[in-house]
């Protein structure tokens, strides 16, 4: 974020030495704390406050109606009003069926079809939920006997439990691929220890793991910043933000660049996979397809190096044999994906 931040700033003339104001380490548990950090970032007179945790949403609501000649962005979360305060997200989804399809090419090349996921939660929040799924489906698009299996910490950082899960997966599960939902290498540095190979997130982490680690699914976050200051430049009162934005919750993918994956290791990844993850790319940028509808993809490297991409009707269909979408039909709603998704795809196992 704070790169993000500093580079969107410099990209349109601000100073985020004299122009960005911080306040960090605000426990987001701590509804008093943060209502303090909103109050101590408006006395220092700043025209737009981002904030950047979960738990800070409802504390953000609040003060976004009690200053309402302040802008107020919240990441993640639901929370917004029609003028001053708006949440912004991204597809994450798209970029974790991208690694999905790196994680699916190695078990290919491996022989062994069980990958392994150390997420922060599961099914309780759609955030995490999506982007399991999202995984599985891009594995599944190479390997169709792929499964993931998911070892939940129940919080969203714990180093110790996000290495000691990974080494379960693997020891355990026979998992040749470690992916993650949480912000440290340690799965991958588990899965460095142990041989096998990985998939991070938020950040590139070959250099912590670099003969294992194989991409990582990442937030371009100057992106949005960009678009924000830009939407909040262009208001003459607070009050025109959300509809500067073009509504009050900001929701870019890989199209707008906003979600992506670090470049691939090419120490450790299978033959062909830039050329796969490409293709899929193109398509989703395109528009054509995206990553939960009823349309599935079958992606595969040919001998000449060469990728053919199928795409045909077929279900889609959670781990409990309920069918989500008809063959053939459009992607589940945005809604669903960001609030409501409570289910993992076919392919899934809870370890």
């Not at 994450?92 to 399809?101: D, E, F, N, S």
């Not at 200051?229 to 929701?251: H, N």
Request: glycine share 10%; proline share 2%.
């Amino acid at each position: 974020h704070h790169n993000g931040i500093t580079t969107a700033m410099k990209e349109l003339g601000l100073d985020p030495d004299s122009q960005l104001v911080i306040v960090d380490e605000v426990n987001d548990n701590d509804y008093d704390k943060i209502a303090n950090a909103v109050d101590t970032l408006v006395a220092a007179d700043c025209n737009i406050v981002f904030a950047i945790s979960f738990g800070y949403m409802q504390a953000v609501a609040d003060k976004a109606a009690e200053y309402p000649d302040v802008i107020f962005s919240h990441a993640t979360g639901y929370m917004s009003n029609d003028t001053n305060f708006n949440n912004y997200f991204g597809r994450i989804y798209q970029a974790r069926y991208l690694a999905g399809v790196a994680a699916g090419l190695k078990s290919l090349e491996t022989g062994n079809n069980n990958l392994g996921y150390v997420s922060a939660y599961g099914t309780e929040y759609a955030e995490t939920c999506s982007g399991i799924n999202g995984f599985t489906l891009g594995a599944q698009s190479v390997n169709p006997d792929a499964k993931v299996y998911v070892k939940e910490l129940g919080t969203w950082a714990d180093e110790v439990n996000e290495s000691a899960f990974a080494k379960e997966l693997i020891q355990n599960y026979n998992c040749g691929v470690i992916s993650q939902h949480c912000d440290s290498a340690q799965p991958q540095i588990a899965a460095e220890n142990a041989g096998v190979f990985g998939c991070g997130y938020n950040s590139d982490m070959t250099a912590d793991a670099p003969n294992a680690h194989l991409t990582a699914a990442i937030w371009h976050w100057d992106v949005y910043y960009k678009t924000a200051l830009e939407a909040a430049m262009a208001c003459d009162t607070a009050d025109q933000f959300v509809d500067k934005m073009g509504g009050s919750a900001y929701y870019g993918g890989l199209k707008e660049g906003f979600v992506g994956i670090s470049p691939l290791n090419e120490a450790t990844v299978a033959p062909g996979t830039q050329a796969a993850i490409d293709a899929v790319s193109e398509l989703i940028t395109s528009g054509e397809w995206d990553v939960f509808s009823g349309v599935k993809l079958h992606v595969n490297v040919n001998t000449d190096g060469t990728v053919s991409v199928d795409q045909a009707d077929e279900a889609l269909v959670d781990n409990a044999g309920n069918e989500i979408v008809a063959a053939g039909g459009p992607s589940v709603e945005d809604s669903v994906i960001t609030g409501s998704m409570n289910y993992f795809v076919a392919g899934v196992e809870e370890a």
